[in-house]
Every structure is written in C-alpha cells, then in structure tokens.
C-alpha cells in the first residue's frame, strides 16, 4: 500500500470509532488541499527533518510525506495509534517515525538526530504558545517553524509596535526570528470546528538569534512591562531598576510598553543584565 492507497481520513476516523477530544485541544485538519498549502509554505526541501507535534489522524502528515520529508510526529493521545501506524506502513521506508509521548517534554535534538530540523504543525490549541516559547528560547533551535495557531495568537505573534496585539509574545518572537502570518484557515476547514479561526505563522530564525541568557533577561522585563502595559515605564519597571534602566537602554520613562520596539526590548535586557553583573 502506498500513500495514494489510503483511505480517506474521515472514513479512517469512523472505522476506529474517533472523535476529537476537548480536553487536548483537538480539532482535526482533513481538508488535503489545506494541509499541502501549508506544507508547500514551509518549503523544506524533500528529505528534510521535519517535526510535527500533535499530528492526531494524519492529515498534515500525508501532506508533509508527500512533500518529501522525513517527519518524526510526536502524538500524546495513543487513540491514534492505529492510524498513524497504518499512514507510516505505506509511507516510503524509514520516512514516518512515531513518538507517542508530550511534545512539552520532547528532546526534539535527541529526535532529530543531531541534525537540523523545521518544526511544521497544527498545534493543539492548549499548547501552542508554550511549545512556541520552548522553541524560541530553548537550546534547540530549529531550522525554521511552520505553524498553526488560533488566529488571534497568531496575530500576537507577528505583531508590530503601537497596536493592541503586541505583547510579549510579538518580543521574544521577533527577537529570535522573523515572524510572518503566511495563511489564514477559517474555523470550517477543521472537525470539529472551533469557536474561532486559524493562522499559519512562518517564522525563520534570525542569524544572530540573542544567546539564552538575553532571552532569559527580555522575558523576565517583557513579563513586568506587558503585565502594567498602561502604565509608563518607570511604573512597570520600577521594581528592575526604574529611570537609570531605562535612560540606560535610551528609552523615554514615560514610554509604554507597546510602543517599544523589539530593539529597545533587547537593549532594555542588556541593560538589566549589565546592572545585576
């Protein structure tokens, strides 16, 4: 049997008596034509590693092996054993690993051997933003990241200064990488819909990715910053050093967070970090 042969998704998903589950954020992509779009958009090259978290029945991963890549999927709800066990039996050899396991505890350097690897999912809802941070500012780094999130975080993410959306999330993401929203998914194309829509973000590392300590450092002033984010400054960042910080980073006290741009962020942590040496 090959990939051409299998059955259609909703048919497989009714043989094993499947239904998505709530607890786990589940919400099933079956619509081919959607999943090779977005496999197209993370435009890996065939026989690329390829990571894909939370691959439920298969449907991103028939498109991802179709593309050519050699996906390890690691699933934390062994109902889809089955299925993804029969989608790695007519996968070329060698081109599907399972790893039923949670992706929040994955060594995704241990999976993938050592070597570089894209990250391309449709992340559960309840755990898309804590993979992203993992992935941002872990050792680990990926080779690029194609990925699907509720449209409003995806939002967040690629987020400029000066509007409501951005956060902390649109620093720490833009500080590690560029960060661009590649696709929007309506809340029909998935089963069962949910509540709201989606949003493929794409986001490349940047060359010079700030060393984990600087990450370290932006997100503990992002997190006191964006927590008071209507408060000036020299009131959210009054407990890490207030005005000297600030005029230390070339910054207005009287600034508000969303108006500062990634850059000052960064000089901001730098800033933190020279104080507390």
Request: glycine share 8%; with cysteine; charged share 20%.
């Amino acid at each position: 049997m090959s990939l051409a042969d299998l059955p259609p998704l909703r048919q497989a998903l009714a043989a094993h008596g499947l239904m998505a589950k709530k607890a786990f954020g589940q919400h099933f992509l079956l619509d081919l034509n959607v999943t090779r779009k977005i496999a197209r958009l993370a435009a890996f090259a065939p026989g690329a590693r390829v990571i894909e978290v939370g691959p439920g029945p298969g449907g991103l991963t028939r498109a991802l092996l179709e593309a050519g890549a050699h996906v390890i999927a690691i699933e934390k709800d062994a109902r889809f054993r089955p299925l993804l066990e029969a989608l790695a039996a007519a996968a070329p050899p060698g081109a599907l690993t399972l790893v039923f396991a949670d992706a929040l505890q994955a060594d995704e350097a241990r999976l993938a051997g050592g070597e570089p690897a894209h990250v391309v999912s449709n992340l559960p809802y309840n755990v898309g933003t804590p993979l992203l941070i993992k992935w941002l500012t872990g050792a680990w780094r990926p080779a690029a990241m194609t990925l699907m999130f509720q449209k409003e975080v995806a939002q967040r993410i690629a987020a400029a200064p000066g509007g409501g959306a951005y956060g902390r999330l649109a620093v720490i993401a833009q500080a590690a990488c560029r960060a661009e929203a590649v696709m929007d998914v309506p809340a029909r194309a998935f089963t069962p819909p949910p509540k709201v829509d989606s949003a493929v973000v794409r986001l490349t590392p940047r060359a010079e990715r700030p060393s984990a300590e600087r990450l370290s450092a932006l997100q503990t002033l992002t997190a006191a910053a964006f927590g008071q984010r209507r408060k000036m400054l020299r009131q959210s960042l009054k407990l890490l050093g207030g005005e000297p910080l600030i005029a230390a980073a070339g910054l207005d006290p009287r600034a508000r967070a969303e108006t500062v741009d990634v850059a000052g962020f960064l000089r901001l942590a730098d800033a933190w970090r020279a104080g507390r040496a």
